[in-house]
């Protein structure tokens, strides 16, 4: 009786370490597949956040390239010149980024104010900032930080200094300009004769127009002689005028005279015509393009003048702009053709 009773309790026992095994078993495979079920979730919800940055990411880059607002900071508004360059980026806006808009600053001639312009354009959160820096040099700075803070930089018509800071740089092609209004002039008094030239000094653009002249007259046109150079100091018309008339005193024999600015040219011809002079009996040409040179042309004291083209300045800073935004080369330094404006064309051309 007590050996069965030992068999029974050996056997009880046998069972019951059997039983306490299946359950550990169980119990470790339901701690293993829970375990492997949060690790599952815990992955999907990585693969999920990814998938949403994935996603502002690229809608924070195609909202960077289509709307918002562009800066374009000005030296003045006033100007016919600048007001021109504005019209034209706000038609490239049109043009090319319909539902963006346009956010002009003014610094009245002030480059300390233009800088704190930048500034303010891009705690604005413009996009893009097209600029005509007064002062090359002293802009770079905030150039420098609007490009820190991801905003890309267009300079019109006037570079800015030194910097890596500026993406694009659409100007004026100043030599072709001096050799628009040079050739006028020099095939204008028949190849030969004597000329003078009134011009400002210090500026890169003016120094490859007159540089244009010079080659001219060396390459083709040697029996044109220079007799007279003078510099406007303060580039005003009254200066000009003042320079032309001691220029007819001392050169009664005169043919041509060159400048570099159309507001030169109307002191030039009120000198010539407050002396006796004719139209068309001293040939002069200019640049700019403005309605006052296509005035005066139609007058025919101006023979010629070479006519920046502002807007297409404008139109084509912002499809770099907007070209840069979208991850497209764009040319570092764009430079446009000049247009020869003289009485066959005169009134058909649009000035400034």
Same mark, same amino acid.
């Given at each position: ?5 030992? /068999? ?13 095994? /299946? ?8 701690? %293993? ?25 690229? %809608? ?9 607002? *562009? ?29 963006? &808009? ?5 610094? &009245? ?16 959160? /413009? ?16 150039? =420098? ?8 930089? #267009? /300079? ?5 200094? =030194? ?11 100043? *030599? &072709? ?11 204008? #008094? ?5 000329? %003078?030239? #009134?011009?400002?000094?210090?500026? =890169? ?34 200066? %000009? @005028? ?27 011809? &009120? ?26 042309? =139609?007058?025919?004291? @101006? ?32 430079? @446009? ?11 058909? *051309?649009?000035?400034?």
């Amino acid at each position: 009786m007590r050996k069965k009773v030992l /068999c029974l309790l050996m056997c009880l026992a046998m069972v019951a370490s059997v039983l306490a095994g /299946c359950g550990s078993k169980k119990a470790d495979e339901t701690t %293993a597949a829970k375990k492997e079920e949060k690790t599952t979730e815990a992955k999907k919800d990585e693969t999920t956040t990814a998938a949403k940055a994935d996603e502002t990411t690229a %809608a924070k880059s195609e909202g960077s390239s289509e709307g918002g607002k *562009y800066g374009c900071a000005v030296p003045n508004a006033q100007n016919s010149f600048y007001a021109t360059c504005v019209s034209g980026v706000e038609e490239g806006v049109k043009q090319y980024d319909p539902t963006a &808009s346009v956010v002009v600053t003014d610094a &009245s001639g002030d480059s300390r104010k233009q800088m704190d312009q930048i500034a303010d354009l891009v705690s604005q959160g /413009c996009k893009a900032i097209i600029c005509i820096p007064i002062d090359s040099n002293a802009i770079i700075p905030a150039l =420098e930080e609007a490009a820190k803070a991801g905003v890309p930089v #267009i /300079c019109m018509d006037t570079p800015a200094g =030194e910097t890596d800071a500026v993406v694009s740089t659409v100007v004026s092609n100043n *030599y &072709s300009a001096g050799e628009i209004a040079g050739r006028a002039l020099l095939e204008g #008094i028949g190849g030969k004769g004597k000329i %003078a030239t #009134i011009t400002t000094t210090g500026s =890169e653009a003016v120094n490859d127009r007159k540089q244009a002249l010079y080659d001219l007259i060396e390459k083709e046109f040697p029996d044109v002689e220079i007799v007279q150079e003078e510099i406007v100091q303060n580039a005003t018309t009254e200066e %000009a @005028l003042t320079l032309m008339e001691n220029i007819c005193q001392a050169n009664p024999d005169l043919a041509g005279v060159f400048t570099t600015g159309d507001v030169f040219a109307i002191g030039i011809c &009120s000198a010539l015509q407050s002396n006796g002079y004719q139209p068309g009996d001293v040939k002069v040409t200019s640049v700019d393009g403005t309605t006052n040179a296509v005035e005066l042309i =139609e007058s025919g004291y @101006l023979l010629a003048t070479a006519a920046q083209l502002p807007k297409e300045l404008g139109i084509h800073s912002v499809k770099n702009a907007l070209d840069y935004l979208n991850g497209k080369d764009v040319e570092k330094l764009e430079n @446009l053709d000049c247009k020869e404006v003289n009485k066959d064309n005169a009134s058909t *051309y649009e000035g400034f």
